[in-house]
Nanobody
Framework: QVQLVESGGGLVQAGGSLTLSCAAS????????VGWYRQAPGKQRELVAT???????NYADSVKGRFTISRDNVKNTGYLRMTSLKPEDTGVYYC?????????????WGQGTQVTVSS
């Protein structure tokens, strides 16, 4: 069973930085696109950034120039480096991984990690 485990959330002041990690494990699989999403209280989950296995990236306009998504294909781990954080970046951040295991395509979500940015 492939699973994603996130880490790195926390409380930070506005202007600060955090790096989130998302590690995939469990069986034999190929991890393809990794995405980071966030959900603020009372709002819908929104896309933050994605990265393909070949390292093509895509960002939400609200985080361009401040957030950087990356990955380590050997470690099957994705990262989200967040800088110049704003209070509006507060929310639960979720990692999503598209994987193939035994010929089956999977879309897997992590458990989420809280990011709180104080003003």
């Amino acid at each position: 069973q492939v699973q994603l485990v996130e880490s790195g959330g926390g409380l930070v002041q506005a202007g600060g930085s955090l790096t989130l990690s998302c590690a995939a494990s469990g069986g034999i699989f190929t991890l393809n696109t990794v995405g980071w999403y966030r959900q603020a209280p009372g709002k819908q989950r929104e896309l933050v950034a994605t990265i393909t296995r070949g390292a093509n990236t895509n960002y939400a306009d609200s985080v361009k120039g401040r957030f950087t998504i990356s990955r380590d294909n050997v470690k099957n781990t994705g990262y989200l480096r967040m800088t110049s954080l704003k209070p509006e970046d507060t929310g639960v951040y979720y990692c999503n991984g598209e994987a193939v295991s035994s010929g089956t395509r999977l879309s897997i979500w992590g458990q989420g990690t809280q990011v709180t940015v104080s003003s």
